[in-house]
């Protein structure tokens, strides 16, 4: 495991930013962060970053504590900040040049990273819109060679196409065997890059799902037009059925939709819809009334 976190918990007098928290990170995954404001994920990369002293328990990082230990975690990632600040008076490509030399990183990454967020790297950073500020702190936070990059919101200030970049580069420092966790609010952009997503509220962790299995699931509705013959046993585990007083069926299926799509052309049924269940589904399990970026 690249991260392991047991029962890390922060708090700032009465209140608990974080709560007994424990997970683990293999290498080579992209896990997601959702969280609500406040639900404690800036908390959470801060402390895996040694920045703030747990309350209790503890995290590692390739084996080191994070915060006893934060010199030597610091050479095996690289962090984007959510509020990532750079030099004004340099341009983009001599503030490239900086942070390649401080990190020993190759210079010529930097720019191809650039060149796919379609950078100008002649401007001033002063001069740079919000959104080309956050693309160059992209580019020099997945420049260095570590095993671990950390993004903190790296798409806030970005517009729908480069955020589509920032997930491809993402999922491409995973294919080269970087590991990558980012927080995020927007949910669609954490469904097409991530492996896992973590679930925060209030502190805590309150649930841990894999995004194949989310996208295996869906909900198929439908209105019944008699009685529904009784569901072959292969697929009672693999269902949840429900009928209401009106004559509609919901099914939600977790496996595959193939053996249950050939019970369901025996029966009958009539204004039959099938959706993705999605991330959304889990999110607003645990936080009905939080509204999210789609
Ligand atoms: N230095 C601090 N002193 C006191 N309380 C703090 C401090 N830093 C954070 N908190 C509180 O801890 C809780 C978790 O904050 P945190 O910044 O981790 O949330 P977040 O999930 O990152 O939110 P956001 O999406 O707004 O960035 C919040 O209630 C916040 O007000």
Redesign the pocket.
């Known amino acids: 495991m690249l991260i392991q976190t047991d029962l890390l918990s922060k708090r700032?007098?009465q209140?608990a930013?974080?709560s007994e928290c424990s997970f683990d990170v293999p290498r080579g995954e992209i896990l997601g962060l959702l969280?609500?404001?406040?639900?404690?994920?800036?908390?959470?990369l801060r402390l895996l970053l040694g920045y703030l002293q747990p309350s209790s328990g503890v995290a590692r990082i390739d084996g080191l504590d994070c915060y006893r230990q934060s010199v030597a975690v610091h050479r095996q990632l690289a962090y984007l900040p959510?509020d990532a600040r750079l030099f004004r008076q340099l341009n983009g490509r001599q503030t490239l040049q900086f942070f390649a030399r401080l990190r020993r990183a190759s210079l010529e990454r930097s720019l191809r990273l650039a060149d796919r967020l379609q950078l100008d790297l002649t401007r001033r950073v002063r001069q740079m819109s919000t959104g080309m500020r956050q693309k160059l702190a992209l580019a020099v936070t997945l420049t260095p060679d570590v095993p671990l990059v950390i993004l903190d919101?790296p798409t806030a200030n970005l517009d729908p196409t480069v955020r589509r970049d920032v997930v491809e580069l993402i999922r491409e420092a995973r294919d080269e065997g970087k590991t990558i966790l980012f927080?995020s609010?927007v949910l669609s952009e954490v469904e097409d890059a991530c492996d896992r997503v973590l679930v925060?509220k209030a502190?805590r962790l309150v649930d841990t799902v894999r995004v194949v299995d989310v996208r295996r699931q869906h909900r198929i509705q439908a209105a019944l037009t008699g009685p529904l013959s009784p569901v072959p046993p292969a697929l009672v585990e693999q269902i949840e059925l429900r009928q209401d007083a009106v004559g509609g069926v919901t099914v939600i299926s977790r496996g595959e939709l193939a053996p249950l799509l050939g019970w369901l052309a025996n029966q009958p049924l009539a204004k039959l819809q099938i959706e993705p269940i999605g991330l959304r589904s889990v999110y607003e399990r645990h936080h009905p009334a939080t509204s999210i970026d789609e």
């Not at 969280?35 to 959470?44: E, Q, R, S």
């Open positions: 700032y007098g209140l930013a974080l969280g609500p404001n406040g639900a404690g994920k800036t908390t959470l959510g919101e927080s609010h925060l502190g």
